[in-house]
C-alpha cells in the first residue's frame, strides 16, 4: 500500500529536497507540500494524507499549532493524519510539546536520507519514532525541567496498570525497542506489542511517543536514569 505524504516547511529546497527524495521510493507517494503551517492544515485536510512531515519553526502558523489543528480536529473532521516533526535543533520545546499533543515523534533536519525514508515508514505503520537517542535527550532534559511528579494525576493512572504492564512501559520510557524489551524480559516480540496495546488502551494514550511523556510526568522514570 502507497503511503501518501505531504511536506510543510518554509523553506522551499528543503521541500523539493524531501520531495524528491521521498518519490523515488516505490512505495510513498507525495500528494503535497505547504509553506507555512495554516496553508499545511489546509491542503492535509483536502488531500488527507497518511503522513505529514512538519517543521517546528514556520511563520503564519507554527508546527507546534498546525499539528494540534490536525491531531484534535474540530467536529465534522474525521481524517487525523500522522504527524512527524522536522526540526533543525536536537533539544526543542515545541517539539516536546508536539510530542504531547499526539505527534508520532520527531527528526532532525540533517539525518541521513535513509532515516527520513524509514522515519514515514514507522510512522505510516501506525509506530512512534522514539528510537534516536536525541529523542530520549529531548524529553529526559524537558521533564527534567518540569515540577516534581505528583502524587496524583498520571501516578494514579499508573495503578490501573499490572506489574508486567508497568515494567513495559517503563523500559519503552527508556528508549528500547519492541525487541530490546523482549530480550530484557524474555517475553516473545508479540507478547510485548500485546502489553504495549493494553498500556495505551488503559492509560487512554495515542501511541509510543505519548507513552513516553506520561512515564516522565508520572515519575514512574526519572529524568538522566539510564
Same mark, same amino acid.
Given at each position: 500500500?502507497?503511503?501518501? +505524504?505531504?511536506?510543510? =516547511?518554509?523553506?522551499?529546497?528543503?521541500?523539493? @529536497?524531501? $520531495? !524528491?527524495?521521498? /518519490?523515488?521510493? %516505490?512505495?510513498?507517494?507525495?500528494?503535497?507540500?505547504?509553506?507555512?503551517?495554516?496553508?499545511?492544515?489546509?491542503?492535509?485536510?483536502?488531500?488527507?494524507?497518511? +503522513?505529514?512531515?512538519? =517543521?517546528?519553526?514556520?511563520?503564519?502558523?507554527? @508546527?507546534? $499549532? !498546525?499539528?494540534? /489543528?490536525?491531531? %484534535?480536529?474540530?467536529?465534522?473532521?474525521?481524517?487525523?493524519?500522522?504527524?512527524?516533526?522536522?526540526?533543525?535543533?536536537?533539544?526543542?520545546?515545541?517539539?516536546?510539546?508536539?510530542?504531547?499533543?499526539?505527534?508520532?515523534?520527531?527528526?532532525?533536519?540533517? $539525518?541521513?536520507?535513509?532515516?527520513?525514508? %524509514?522515519?514515514?515508514?514507522?510512522?505510516?505503520?501506525?509506530?512512534?519514532?522514539?528510537?534516536?537517542?536525541?529523542?530520549?535527550?529531548?524529553?529526559?532534559?524537558?521533564?527534567?525541567?518540569?515540577?516534581?511528579?505528583?502524587?496524583?494525576?498520571?501516578?494514579?493512572?499508573?495503578?490501573?496498570?499490572?506489574?508486567?504492564?508497568?515494567?513495559?512501559?517503563?523500559?519503552?520510557?527508556?528508549?528500547?525497542?519492541?525487541?530490546?524489551?523482549?530480550?530484557?524480559?524474555?517475553?516473545?516480540?508479540?507478547?510485548?506489542?500485546?502489553?504495549?496495546?493494553?498500556?495505551?488502551?488503559?492509560?487512554?494514550?495515542?501511541?509510543?511517543?505519548?507513552?513516553?511523556?506520561?512515564?516522565?510526568?508520572?515519575?514512574?522514570?526519572?529524568?538522566?536514569?539510564?
Amino acid at each position: 500500500m502507497t503511503i501518501r +505524504v505531504i511536506i510543510v =516547511d518554509d523553506q522551499a529546497m528543503v521541500r523539493a @529536497g524531501f $520531495a !524528491a527524495l521521498l /518519490a523515488a521510493q %516505490s512505495d510513498i507517494d507525495v500528494v503535497g507540500e505547504a509553506p507555512d503551517g495554516r496553508r499545511g492544515v489546509e491542503v492535509s485536510r483536502t488531500v488527507h494524507p497518511d +503522513v505529514v512531515l512538519m =517543521d517546528v519553526r514556520m511563520p503564519e502558523m507554527d @508546527g507546534l $499549532a !498546525a499539528a494540534r /489543528a490536525l491531531l %484534535s480536529p474540530p467536529a465534522g473532521v474525521v481524517h487525523r493524519p500522522k504527524v512527524l516533526m522536522l526540526t533543525t535543533f536536537d533539544v526543542d520545546d515545541y517539539v516536546y510539546e508536539a510530542l504531547r499533543a499526539g505527534a508520532s515523534g520527531f527528526l532532525l533536519k540533517d $539525518a541521513p536520507p535513509a532515516d527520513l525514508i %524509514s522515519a514515514v515508514r514507522v510512522v505510516a505503520a501506525g509506530d512512534a519514532l522514539l528510537a534516536p537517542s536525541v529523542t530520549r535527550r529531548l524529553i529526559a532534559d524537558f521533564a527534567r525541567q518540569r515540577p516534581a511528579a505528583p502524587t496524583g494525576g498520571p501516578a494514579l493512572r499508573l495503578n490501573a496498570l499490572t506489574p508486567r504492564e508497568t515494567e513495559v512501559l517503563e523500559l519503552i520510557a527508556r528508549g528500547l525497542s519492541n525487541q530490546e524489551i523482549a530480550a530484557r524480559l524474555v517475553l516473545a516480540e508479540q507478547t510485548v506489542k500485546t502489553h504495549i496495546g493494553r498500556v495505551l488502551a488503559k492509560l487512554g494514550l495515542r501511541d509510543r511517543a505519548q507513552a513516553v511523556i506520561f512515564a516522565y510526568e508520572s515519575g514512574l522514570v526519572a529524568p538522566g536514569e539510564t
